[in-house]
């Protein structure tokens, strides 16, 4: 709570004795904020799928269940509490509303695997026209498919990023067992990732480092690369479909 102002300290002092709703209501305005900010980052993922409001009105729920379960005696910033179950309110609310087709997961995976085969064959990028050719579908299909399938990698490269790399969680330390094969993996999949973002077509690159390194919002990308939001949210979901890919085939390799 170091970073916290006097009158936050205040009221959480107040709440922790009370648990007032009125008090309740004082702190939610206090860090409503950082509903906001994660609801904006998620937005790249859902385009016009999902409103603006609806995520942070998602977000709301995360934030009202982090006031009341967060405890001051643990020495954690609550800012970074709140902002992991924000993120997860929101997260769980898209899943059990479970708009995403079946379908579309399957053609997420399929353009996954399309990208892979060509860069793997080619040693370079695909472009745009050589994945479209390939899954036998114009441009402007192509581009319709990468709206579709957006959301449906959100909750997969996505939280790998952000758990692994933007909360400074150690990999090592996030293993599911003390195996030494599975350190050996994870240092792989760090060194894979890392390489594979360096390769990644420049504005996709830019993408990748402004949302995940920098922590910036699809409005704040698309205000600083001076191209609409949509384009953002598809050069994003060109470079996740690029990363998932290798990855995938990285843990096939591995698992052989």
Same mark, same amino acid.
């Given at each position: 709570?170091?970073?916290?102002?006097?009158?936050?300290?205040?009221?959480?002092?107040?709440?922790?004795?009370?648990?007032?709703?009125?008090?309740?209501?004082?702190?939610?305005?206090?860090?409503?904020?950082?509903?906001?900010?994660?609801?904006?980052?998620?937005?790249?993922?859902?385009?016009?799928?999902?409103?603006?409001?609806?995520?942070?009105?998602?977000?709301?729920?995360?934030?009202?269940?982090?006031?009341?379960?967060?405890?001051?005696?643990?020495?954690?910033?609550?800012?970074?509490?709140?902002?992991?179950?924000?993120?997860?309110?929101?997260?769980?609310?898209?899943?059990?509303?479970?708009?995403?087709?079946?379908?579309?997961?399957?053609?997420?995976?399929?353009?996954?695997?399309?990208?892979?085969?060509? =860069?793997?064959?080619?040693?370079?990028?695909?472009?745009?026209?050589?994945?479209?050719?390939?899954?036998?579908?114009?441009?402007?299909?192509?581009?319709?498919?990468?709206?579709?399938?957006?959301?449906?990698?959100?909750?997969?490269?996505?939280?790998?990023?952000?758990?692994?790399?933007?909360?400074?969680?150690?990999?090592?330390?996030?293993?599911?067992?003390?195996?030494?094969?599975?350190?050996?993996?994870?240092?792989?999949?760090?060194?894979?990732?890392?390489?594979?973002?360096?390769?990644?077509? =420049?504005?996709?690159?830019?993408?990748?480092?402004?949302?995940?390194? =920098?922590?910036?919002?699809?409005?704040?990308?698309?205000?600083?690369?001076?191209?609409?939001?949509?384009?953002?949210?598809?050069?994003?979901?060109?470079?996740?479909?690029?990363?998932?890919?290798?990855?995938?085939?990285?843990?096939?390799?591995?698992?052989?």
């Amino acid at each position: 709570m170091s970073s916290a102002n006097s009158k936050q300290i205040e009221l959480w002092k107040q709440y922790s004795e009370s648990k007032e709703p009125a008090i309740r209501e004082k702190l939610i305005l206090e860090y409503a904020h950082l509903i906001k900010f994660i609801a904006g980052r998620l937005n790249i993922y859902f385009g016009s799928n999902v409103e603006y409001d609806d995520l942070v009105g998602f977000g709301v729920f995360g934030l009202i269940d982090a006031i009341d379960k967060f405890d001051l005696n643990k020495g954690v910033k609550f800012e970074t509490y709140a902002s992991l179950r924000i993120r997860g309110s929101i997260i769980d609310s898209i899943r059990e509303i479970d708009w995403v087709p079946r379908s579309l997961r399957q053609k997420g995976k399929e353009l996954e695997k399309v990208y892979w085969e060509i =860069e793997n064959q080619l040693g370079r990028s695909a472009t745009d026209n050589e994945v479209a050719k390939k899954l036998g579908i114009s441009v402007d299909e192509f581009y319709k498919l990468l709206n579709d399938v957006n959301v449906s990698s959100m909750v997969s490269l996505e939280e790998f990023l952000e758990q692994n790399y933007e909360i400074g969680v150690d990999l090592s330390n996030s293993s599911r067992d003390d195996r030494p094969e599975s350190y050996v993996e994870i240092s792989e999949i760090k060194n894979i990732l890392a390489d594979s973002i360096e390769k990644l077509p =420049e504005k996709e690159r830019t993408v990748v480092s402004l949302y995940y390194y =920098e922590e910036l919002t699809l409005k704040e990308i698309s205000a600083i690369m001076k191209v609409s939001e949509s384009r953002i949210s598809q050069l994003h979901t060109k470079a996740i479909m690029r990363l998932k890919g290798k990855l995938a085939r990285h843990k096939t390799i591995l698992h052989e």
